[in-house]
């Protein structure tokens, strides 16, 4: 290994930097390929269509196998990884956790909670089973090879029946396919003038929104408060009388106002 990197900078999760290694999957009808980073603590995978595997979807696989052998197991992420993969690892019967981002966070809330894998969207995975639960990406793909030999299947059909998301250079994750309301700050709830909800996660380093669909505005908010569940607007329900400054005058199904047209008084 050149320690000067001349060929680009070692890191897995920049798409660029695995262009050599997808083609050489692709090129030699390899069944994967896998990188590590400069001190090969996080991994890169490529599958054998020559697709990069992100971190989230390599904690999909190992969580699988660590929960087929070790039931109702704490696995730990963080907020950059899907929420594919959260609800996946419940469905596997886990105790999934989403952390903060930073492998040092991470093991921290592993030893914590007595979590048996952790991994990061970067590509850091840490495994506590059969391990010392350091992030060891030499030791990851090795696991990694032994699900693909066990199960016999390619890492494209282990992931399968996962839903897709959409990954954007940084590793942020938008899921959904809907459009984004504006971002707010300061988390909590809020719901845009659609009534898509949208909840700001609690984290240190970086934020997670979820966003959910609602049929028309208000009903983000029905079943919370019981005035909402009888049509009495929030404006109204806050005490005062008139819209709040700069609300706009919507329908009950979210299309502005017409206003009415009052009439010219008529000349003597
Ligand atoms: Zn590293």
Redesign the pocket.
Known sequence: MDGRFPNHH?DPTVSDNMRDLVRAVTESGAELGIA???????IGVVDARGRIVWGDELLVIFGRDVLARNPGATIVSEVKCSQRLYDDLSRHGGHAIMWKAGHSLLKAKMRETGALLGGEMSG?IFFKERYFGY?D?IYAGARLLEIVARTGKTVDQLLADLPPAHTLPGCAQVQGGGACPRPFPGGGMRSDRRGRRARALPAGLGAAARFEHATRPGDALRGRDPRAARGIPAHRRAGGRGRPEGARRVTRDGRPRKRRRRLAPSGG
């Open positions: 070692p590590f980073d400069g001190d090969a603590d996080r850091h992030d990406a």
